[in-house]
């Protein structure tokens, strides 16, 4: 549901705020409108007979005073009859009284306060709606101790009240919309309180009314039910939030099951006969109400625009309609001003003003339109001059315009026009065509009146078009008649022998086209000349003489037959002929020729027709003929070609179709080819896949496999050119025919680069041979450059990885090396930037795959971890950035490699170059290099502590001196005493000593053996142990 984003009400006693009433606009100058209250009940009755009860008495003067006095009553009553004259039990028994009287005093104060609901019900009862003002009320209702939060509740319960008396009644009344609007306003009601007393109002009535909504049968709660809706939609619409107005309507809406437009159309079933009165009042009194009262009317009705403009429109149809009739079928002077002011006073713009009068007049002047046309179309002479005088007479009583009486007049003249082609049809379907001709006659006369009349009236200039005519006063008829019936009704006209002029104007009528008159008049005409014709050059016909020429002149031009369509038929009587000697592919004799020349000549046929009709004819001869030249191999040797020159010229077949049927069957040829090509690629890609069988070789089976596509694609680039259906220049070959849109597109692509695979196989010439076809065979197998390059690329890409893969892991490309990648760079057109990438994707493919190698392995030692790196320096590869492998694997190289190199003495104290460069090599940040250094000492350290420990314990002094050697080698990098819980102080201070006794065997301490003991009593924890001590 819409939030509910409204002002809330605080207190009822804030300032009163000024509301529009019930009325017409403020400030209107002319007399306000009023929607007429149609009585009214006493809505507060059965609230107000709680005014005389008990309770209310308890709020008038002697009321209070007894109120007051319980408690002291009830005290001195229970002074009274206290068992004991002692002070103290009287007491006792007096506060016990009074207590029960403060317990008395306190229901009957809440009783007042309930009492004051009745009491401001008879006040409003007996006072009316509209005279109770909110301090007149509070002042009541604080003279029975209400406080102000209860007062807002028992306003919502008497607004709660007056509601649901609305709706003993199923009529409507302005008036009770007024009185719910007075107290909402007067009593300053928060628009919450409103919502929720209708909603709670519509909730009791569903619940009691409930079972006759369902019901099919009408009954007086629909009504009710419609009443309460409006009066709802009115009470909620003075909310200023329309956020608050929906979240009202909305629960109301689910509460009954309807929508927003079941709403609105409930509301406006109410409101219209409230708004329909007012507009009956307009039409009887224009000044009595202005279009802005209107419109304010309409808002306080909830009427939608539309609505309202339809009530507006059919109360000025029936003015018009009424006025009409009231004056014998036309509008006077003073109800065309009536009329008028009317309309100012609805509001009614001037374009749906002329509407509504033209479609009330509309029948009247059709009437005397249709008379006038009756009258025109019987008489023997022109009365145009008399009919249009009476119009226009007709036109002025009915207040018409120029433009609506055109419209009628033109709706009459299609409407008679389409009655005379209905009796034309009927006529024409009983197979009485002189009745069709007869009715078609009328309708042409009629429709040659019309069309002087129009220029009379001036509607049309005088020298205009006669189509412009129909155009404007018989452009709809056409739509009566289907074009097959159009084009009957025109044949048996020209049969009967109409007029030109009367055909012209049937055809402008019936909306027959040009053509289908032709046609018409061909099949009236046509049989005759075409009978004679054939008379004349049928077949077996050698000779055609002049006279036979000039009398099929004179025939033609007697029948007046148009030049088009004799010429039609001399084009099939010459075709008939040119069957009879060169159809289903034969190919004439020479005498024949000379006889079809003989026959164009009579027949006065241009070259043009004569083309067209030999290329239909003659067509497939000469390609059979192609066919047969070209044989099996498709090549057509140069005596051959010459035939076919000759052969086209005697067909006379011109050049562009001679080619296009040569290309068509060369196409056909080198499907044929394309077809072999790809089953012989399909079938030595299928044995390269095959286990060869016992005694056969699989090397020489491949080979013989290649072999047989190189053939077949060479085979397709030799036919080509034969055939000349390539045209090179240069690099550039362009292929007249392809494969392309007749082979599988797939199929041709891998036969392309099956191709090119062959042309590396080859050696020297044959090689460079191969080579200079691809260019050919691309374009004739219908490739796009994009696509021989994509090929191309991935090829080369291919013969790339697979040539460094086996050379990376041997060596770094050499000069050897890099020159035969050149050759494939040159060979295949390949992008300098694209095999300097995959030189450097495979070089990192391959430092890659050692890495893998390496932890896959668990092999992972200083030594593999060192020529992997190695490895990837020699390759020009930062191995920490551009193998972006996972940092924990550089950690774990790292580790191994310092380790190693801190254990072999490749890292002293003094000197860090060595951790610097593994540093730099794996790229890795300074916290993680410092970490792992950290962990690596520790570890390492606490290590070879325990080592010496134990070596101490079996007695193994060398072991000892080695492990502490060790510890001394790792410690010095990060002095730190080495913790072990496994050797003891006694040990530590034991180790100590030997390895002294070790390093001063040979005499006393250097400075770097000094610094060495440093370190080891650092690590050992013993630093304050001097030489002599341990000497000692």
């Known amino acids: 549901a819409p939030s509910r984003a409204r002002p809330l009400t605080t207190s009822v006693l804030r300032a009163s705020t000024a509301y529009p009433r019930l009325t017409g606009h403020p400030g209107s100058s002319v007399r306000q409108a009023r929607v007429v209250a149609f009585g009214g009940d006493d809505k507060f009755l059965e609230a107000a007979m709680d005014a005389d009860g008990f309770p209310a008495k308890l709020g008038t003067p002697l009321g209070k005073v007894v109120v007051q006095g319980v408690v002291v009553a009830a005290a001195a009553g229970g002074w009274s009859i206290a068992p004991s004259v002692r002070p103290v039990v009287k007491g006792v028994f007096a506060a016990a ?76 009344k302005t008036s009770e919309l007024s009185d719910l609007l007075t107290l909402q306003r007067s009593f300053n009601l928060g628009f919450d309180a409103v919502g929720d007393a209708i909603f709670d109002v519509c909730g009791r009535f569903y619940s009691e009314q409930r079972a006759y909504f369902e019901a099919e049968e009408e009954h007086e709660a629909k009504q009710k039910l419609d009443k309460l809706i ?24 689910r509460k009954f099951g309807f929508d927003d437009a079941e709403w609105n159309r409930r509301v406006e079933r109410v409101g219209a006969p409230f708004y329909r009165e007012l507009l009956a009042t307009v039409s009887k009194d224009p000044g009595a109400v202005s279009s802005r009262d209107l419109s304010a009317v309409g808002d306080q009705l909830g009427l939608s625009e539309d609505t309202r403009t339809r009530m507006k ?11 009409l009739e009231a004056s014998g079928a036309k509008l006077t ?21 002329r509407t509504v009068i033209e479609d009330a007049v509309a029948p009247a002047y059709s009437f005397a339109v249709n008379e006038a046309f009756s009258e025109l179309e019987a008489s023997e002479t022109d ?57 078609l006659r009328s309708l042409t006369r009629f429709a040659e009146r019309v069309s002087a009349f129009v220029r009379a009236a001036g509607k049309v200039a005088q020298d205009a078009e006669e189509s412009s005519v129909m155009e404007v006063y018989f452009g709809g008829v056409a739509k009566s008649v289907t074009p097959a019936e159009a084009t009957n009704l025109y044949r048996v006209f020209l049969m009967e022998k109409a007029e030109e002029k009367a055909l012209d104007r049937l055809r402008q009528l019936t909306g027959v086209t040009e053509a289908d008159a032709e046609k018409a008049y061909e099949e009236v005409a046509g049989p005759i000349y075409r009978s004679k014709l054939l008379e004349a050059v049928g077949a077996g016909t050698d000779s055609f003489p002049a006279t036979v020429k000039a009398s099929l002149k004179e025939l033609e031009a007697s029948l007046g037959l148009p030049a088009a369509v004799t010429e039609r038929y001399r084009s099939d009587a010459y075709r008939a002929r040119l069957t009879e000697k060169a159809g289903d592919g034969k190919i004439p004799s020479e005498a024949d020729d000379d006889l079809l020349a003989s026959l164009r000549a009579f027949l006065d046929l241009d070259d043009a027709t004569v083309e067209t009709i030999h290329v239909d004819i003659c067509a497939a001869a000469y390609a059979s003929s192609v066919r047969e030249t070209m044989g099996s191999s498709g090549i057509i040797l140069d005596e051959y070609r010459e035939g076919l020159e000759k052969l086209q010229t005697r067909l006379r077949i011109p050049d562009s179709v001679a080619e296009e049927i040569y290309l068509g069957e060369a196409r056909r040829k080198l499907k044929e080819l394309g077809d072999k090509a790809v089953e012989s690629m399909m079938e030595a890609m299928k044995k390269e896949t095959e286990a060869p069988k016992e005694g056969e070789d699989a090397g020489k089976m491949n080979m013989d496999a290649r072999v047989a596509i190189t053939a077949a694609a060479t085979q397709l680039v030799d036919f080509a050119r034969a055939a000349k259906l390539t045209i090179e220049e240069g690099d550039q070959v362009i292929a007249k025919v392809n494969l392309r849109g007749i082979t599988d597109p797939k199929s041709l692509k891998e036969l392309y680069k099956q191709f090119l695979v062959e042309c590396f196989q080859g050696q020297g010439e044959q090689s460079d041979k191969l080579f200079a076809q691809s260019p050919v065979l691309g374009k004739v197998l219908g490739l796009e450059e994009s696509e021989t390059n994509s090929i191309k690329t991935d090829l080369g890409s291919l013969i790339y990885r697979n040539y460094l893969n086996k050379a990376l892991q041997e060596r770094t490309p050499n000069d050897e090396d890099r020159e035969f990648l050149a050759s494939i760079q040159t060979a295949l057109g390949m992008d300098a930037a694209l095999c300097d990438r995959l030189l450097e994707d495979m070089k990192k493919l391959r430092v890659s795959t050692m890495v893998e190698q390496m932890f896959d392995g668990s092999n992972l030692s200083a030594e593999s971890v060192a020529t992997v790196r190695e490895t990837s320096e020699r390759f020009g590869l930062e191995i920490g950035v551009d193998l972006q492998l996972p940092q924990n694997r550089l950690t774990r190289m790292f580790r191994a490699e310092i380790e190693d190199a801190i254990a072999s003495g490749d890292v002293p104290a003094d000197d860090t170059g060595r951790l610097s460069e593994l540093k730099e090599a794996y790229s890795l940040p300074e916290a993680v290099v410092t970490k792992e250094l950290e962990q690596c000492i520790e570890k390492r350290c606490a290590g070879h502590l325990l080592q010496a420990g134990s070596a101490l314990r079996r007695g193994q002094n060398d072991a000892v001196v080695e492990e502490i050697d060790m510890l001394i080698r790792f410690n010095s990098l990060m002095p730190f005493k080495v913790t072990s819980n496994a050797v003891l102080p006694n040990e530590l201070e034991d180790l100590l000593m030997r390895y002294q006794a070790s390093a001063m065997k040979d005499g006393p301490l250097d400075a770097e053996g000094e610094k060495r003991m440093s370190v080891l009593r650092t690590a050992l924890g013993l630093e304050k142990a001097t030489n002599e001590t341990v000497s000692a």
Do not use: H, M
């Not at 409003?124 to 406080?147: F, H, I, P, R, T």
């Not at 009115?234 to 109301?252: C, K, N, V």
């Not at 226009?392 to 009583?397: I, S």
């Not at 009655?419 to 009745?435: D, E």
């Open 333 to 353: 002077p003073s109800q065309v001003e009536k009329l008028r002011a009317v309309s100012g006073s609805l509001g009614v713009p001037e374009e749906q003003y």
């Open 313 to 323: 429109l059919e109360e000025l149809r029936r003015l018009v309609s009424a006025s």
């Open 97 to 172: 009284g009074g207590g029960i009287g403060w317990l008395v005093r306190r229901q009957l104060v809440k009783t007042r306060r309930k009492a004051a609901t009745g009491v401001l019900a008879k006040l409003l009862s007996s006072k009316g709606v509209g005279n109770v003002k909110l301090d007149e009320a509070w002042q009541l209702a604080k003279s029975y101790g209400v406080k102000e939060s209860e007062f807002v509740g028992q306003l919502t319960t008497l607004y709660a009240t007056y509601l649901s008396a609305c709706l003993r009644s199923a009529q409507a």
């Open 383 to 439: 009365n145009s001059a008399n009919l249009l005088g009476k119009l226009a007479l007709r036109q002025q009583e009915l207040d018409l315009t120029t433009a609506g009486a055109n419209r009628l007049e033109a709706e009459a003249a299609q409407k008679r026009a389409s009655s005379l082609i209905t009796g034309a049809l009927t006529n024409l379907r009983s197979q009485n065509t002189k009745g069709a001709a007869d009715a």
């Open 230 to 253: 409006f009066l709802a939609d009115r009470a909620l619409s003075e909310d200023p939030s329309e956020e608050g107005f929906r979240y009202e309507r909305t629960r109301i809406c």
